[in-house]
């Protein structure tokens, strides 16, 4: 089993930068695809990004592209997703996840089987 552990979420005004990171420890190595989901208040949680083993390619949720960027650093075990250009809409807790198999950039829920505990981003208007 993989910890997962975010940080760097808290209250920003709209137009402006977030950083969240992600450590992961346990069985890190056995870490394929890693992704970052949010849910908003009174909402299903969404796909947000997501990152394959090696951070060649890359995936984002037709809201966020062009605004966030998703990376990874396996040596130290680490995801990182910067936030730029915020609105409102992006409030929500993010959480970081990560899946033991390869099933590629996938955007369920479904398909990753290890979470974090979530950090919540809050975006003023």
């Known amino acids: 089993q993989v910890q997962l552990v975010e940080s760097g979420g808290g209250l920003v005004q709209a137009g402006g930068s977030l950083r969240l990171a992600c450590a992961a420890s346990g069985r890190a190595a056995r870490m394929y695809t890693l992704a970052w989901f949010r849910q908003a208040p009174g909402k299903e949680r969404e796909f947000v990004a997501a990152?394959?083993?090696?951070?060649?390619?890359?995936d984002y949720s037709d809201s966020v592209k062009g605004r966030f960027t998703i990376s990874r650093d396996n040596a130290k075990n680490t995801v990182n997703l910067q936030m730029s250009s915020l609105v409102p809409q992006d409030t929500g807790v993010y959480y970081c996840?990560?899946?033991?198999?390869?099933?590629?950039?996938?955007?369920?829920?479904?398909?990753?089987?290890?979470w974090g505990q979530g950090t919540q981003v809050t975006v003023s208007s």
């Open positions: 990152i394959s083993w090696g951070g060649a390619t890359t």
């Open positions: 996840a990560a899946a033991s198999r390869d099933y590629g950039l996938v955007v369920k829920a479904q398909f990753y089987d290890s």
